[in-house]
């Protein structure tokens, strides 16, 4: 088969992000419509060019199969964020939460207490679909913004994601790079602290000039009304509790996921015996609804659910069906050519990883290929520059694991945008830490800062 030329490869990817970016941007449209409308860009190139349509079919099936368990894992995300509302798991941490936490110091608060959690369970997801969606309704009872909030819990738990032993993520970068698990955590220290302690200013600089009054501070009224839907009761952390103790113990990311559901279950039963099987499986499909009387607690306890998860999962497939597809046109490898020739000293080495990694993030979405290919394209060019791997793996971490919950269609910031109900394109000036952590890198590289010789 004709190889795609440089100029082709530029002309198609440039196009995408052209397709999509107007489509968000100017049009305000939903990204599966621009996900659409590139596929279709992808397969006339195919029919134009008289390639074989087996490449597209081959395409296809190679992204969607790379996404059948991220998709099992958000429906039973979407089951398990119902259950915990039904077992009052969730409005007991919005209860207490609101009760005692500080507006002013609430958001560094949020940043903290995501990075010690995603740190100990090693997966961004289970962070933000328990604690995070928690701590974003305690934030909205103090008037907080709900972007604000989501930039704050989405910095905190990928912090945490990166640096966890148990992440899939940074075992990928350090086995894709051949570095040793705990040298390459120990590396990435170069830019994780830094980028800790400026998230922190920044937040709390924010927290001071917020907007809130006293009043809007877990109102009594509110607090009053959440105490009465009878799902604030000490017994109902266990499922919560069961979910950090099983991660910790790396217990596969499903089991988890399920027993939390069954345990959620049982402790729903326990402090509502009067509730049915139709009920449960009403709240399984179609989310936890409640009418209590206050907008702002309905809106924060009716989430989850099948249903809720099936806007993420769509866009994941389309999202992935074009990665597939450009894929096996061999696009982003023309891409890797052309950058690697233009790298002729270690800081733009440092910058062609970094653009690499964002642009696998970028035109594919999907950030264990964006470690994968970066890794594996750039780790011959470290060894002849005499350069240690573990630069490469903290660099395709700071700019590769970080950056997918920045994109829209990407599989993390479909994700996010779904558990927490807040837009990407909103939180993303808030996410701190995941745009610092790539400027560090690339500054790294030009300064020679902590690059490491073999």
């Not at 709240?283 to 924060?300: A, K, L, P, R, Y």
């Not at 992935?320 to 002729?344: D, P, R």
């Not at 994109?407 to 927490?420: C, E, K, Q, T, W």
Request: with cysteine.
């Amino acid at each position: 088969m004709k190889q795609v030329s440089k100029w082709q490869a530029i002309y198609l990817l440039t196009s995408i992000i052209l397709i999509i970016s107007t489509s968000l941007l100017l049009f305000s449209a939903e990204p599966h419509v621009s996900i659409f409308f590139s596929i279709i860009l992808l397969i006339l190139f195919v029919l134009v060019t008289k390639r074989p349509w087996s490449l597209i079919e081959e395409g296809m099936k190679n992204g969607i199969s790379s996404v059948i368990n991220p998709i099992i894992l958000f429906i039973f995300i979407g089951i398990l964020i119902a259950i915990l509302m039904l077992s009052g798991t969730i409005p007991t941490i919005i209860y207490f939460g609101s009760t005692f936490m500080s507006p002013t110091f609430f958001l560094p608060s949020v940043f903290i207490i995501t990075s010690i959690i995603g740190s100990c369970l090693g997966s961004a997801f289970t962070t933000i679909s328990t604690v995070g969606v928690a701590l974003l309704a305690v934030g909205s009872l103090m008037g907080i913004d709900s972007a604000i909030i989501a930039g704050a819990i989405v910095s905190g738990a990928y912090l945490g994601d990166k640096m966890s032993p148990l992440s899939d993520t940074t075992n990928l970068a350090a086995a894709v790079c051949k570095v040793d698990l705990f040298e390459h955590i120990k590396h990435m220290l170069w830019t994780t602290i830094p980028a800790f302690i400026m998230t922190l200013l920044l937040l709390t600089f924010v927290g001071f000039f917020l907007n809130w009054s006293p009043e809007q501070v877990g109102t009594n009224s509110e607090i009053v009304i959440l105490k009465e839907t009878g799902l604030v009761h000490s017994l109902s952390l266990i499922p919560l509790l069961l979910i950090f103790l099983l991660a910790w113990k790396r217990v596969p990311a499903i089991l988890v996921l399920l027993s939390g559901i069954m345990a959620g279950l049982i402790v729903a039963f326990f402090i509502n015996p009067n509730l049915s099987i139709t009920t449960i499986m009403n709240v399984i499909q179609n989310g936890f609804t409640i009418e209590t009387g206050s907008e702002s607690i309905n809106s924060m306890l009716n989430r989850g659910g099948i249903q809720s998860m099936l806007w993420s999962i769509s866009l994941v497939i389309l999202t992935l069906t074009m990665g597939g597809i450009i894929q096996a046109l061999g696009l982003l490898e023309k891409i890797f050519e052309s950058i690697q020739k233009v790298a002729t000293t270690t800081g733009r080495l440092v910058l062609a990883v970094a653009f690499t990694a964002i642009g696998i993030n970028v035109t594919v979405g999907e950030q264990y290929l964006s470690i994968l290919l970066t890794g594996n394209v750039y780790k011959d060019e470290f060894d002849k520059r005499g350069l240690s791997n573990k630069n490469l793996s903290k660099i395709i971490e700071d700019a590769g694991t970080v950056i997918n919950p920045l994109i829209p269609y990407g599989v993390s910031g479909v994700f996010i945008a779904s558990v927490l109900n807040v837009p990407v394109i909103e939180y993303l000036p808030f996410a701190f830490f995941c745009l610092l952590s790539p400027l560090l890198s690339i500054f790294y590289g030009f300064t020679g800062i902590s690059m490491k010789k073999v």
